[in-house]
């Protein structure tokens, strides 16, 4: 089976990406058992599945999963931790600790034909698993992405995220918060925002509050008819400077002429921003205009 053109994880969403400085591996562990049931409930029933835990740490929610999941696969990205991991589940033959980057990982391993375990002529139909963790803000976006770029083998993402983060990853069209994280999340799933944790759930307590959103992956870009490198660059475009309105983004890539038409034919006022567009309006938008070659990019002022 052909791979599929992969999507520039580093480049899709820098816009929205909050601005921080990255930690020295410093985590802020799960200490709220009632909290760890109901990360692990939303997931459902996993009894017959594979779960993919994203950072793991000291292994609280681990252990819950452990207990539920058919097969448990824990990524974790400290040494230490993931050494102490492995002495904890070492009796445990349906756990597998994996020392390494999420962004790293080779996906098609994980869950892809092994060599020799199927018979020339049958069709491998990849194993569909569930993710769950407590992701760091400063790279939730480079996360989600990668896990969206492998999204044949994923059907569930659970995710505890910095609350603001969640609320742009919800966020509805039409609101300040919806952006080009929003757009590209809810292209790929379906996004709900489950309940927020107060920082006394965690060891060491964050300055921040934390919010559980569940996401079910379901590509819109066949219901959409847009092709989705081309699709997501212009959704990057749209978004370029939020504060700009639609016209200003896109004049840069796109003839005055050709874009007022596309605009006229979809009757998307160029007054608006691209936070006011649905999914919908946005792609109509895009086939409108992606008749007619784009002009060459002019310099911003």
Do not use: C
Not at 179 to 207: D, W
Not at 208 to 223: E, G, Y
């Amino acid at each position: 089976m052909a791979e599929r053109k992969r999507v520039n994880v580093q480049r899709v969403v820098t816009a929205e990406k909050v601005r921080s400085h990255k930690p020295k591996l410093g985590q802020h562990f799960l200490a709220d058992a009632a909290a760890a049931t109901r990360i692990a409930d939303a997931l459902g029933n996993i009894s017959q599945s594979t779960v993919l835990e994203i950072g793991p740490g000291r292994g609280a929610l681990t252990s819950l999963l452990a207990r539920r999941a058919r097969r448990l696969i824990a990524i974790e990205l400290d040494r230490v931790m993931a050494a102490q991991l492995r002495m904890k589940f070492s009796t445990t033959s349906n756990v597998e600790i994996i020392e390494g980057d999420i962004l790293a990982i080779d996906f098609h391993t994980l869950f892809g034909p092994k060599p020799g375990s199927s018979r020339p002529g049958l069709v491998h139909t990849p194993e569909r698993a569930r993710v769950v963790g407590n992701i760091p803000y400063y790279i939730t976006s480079d996360i989600l992405l990668r896990l969206f770029d492998f999204r044949q083998y994923i059907s569930t993402i659970v995710i505890m995220v910095q609350r603001e983060v969640a609320d742009r990853i919800t966020a509805k069209p039409g609101g300040s918060e919806y952006g080009l994280l929003s757009a590209t999340a809810q292209l790929y799933a379906n996004v709900e925002k489950l309940f927020t944790l107060q920082p006394g759930a965690f060891s060491p307590p964050p300055k921040v509050q934390s919010s559980v959103i569940r996401l079910n992956i379901s590509p819109k870009l066949a219901s959409l008819k847009v092709p989705e490198d081309s699709f997501i660059e212009f959704l990057k475009l749209s978004f370029g400077q939020k504060r700009k309105t639609l016209w200003n983004n896109l004049k840069l890539s796109y003839q005055p002429e050709v874009l007022k038409v596309a605009l006229q034919k979809t009757g998307i006022k160029p007054t608006v921003r691209a936070e006011a567009l649905t999914l919908e309006k946005s792609a109509a938008l895009f086939r409108a205009l992606s008749s007619s070659p784009p002009a060459t990019p002019s310099k911003a002022p």
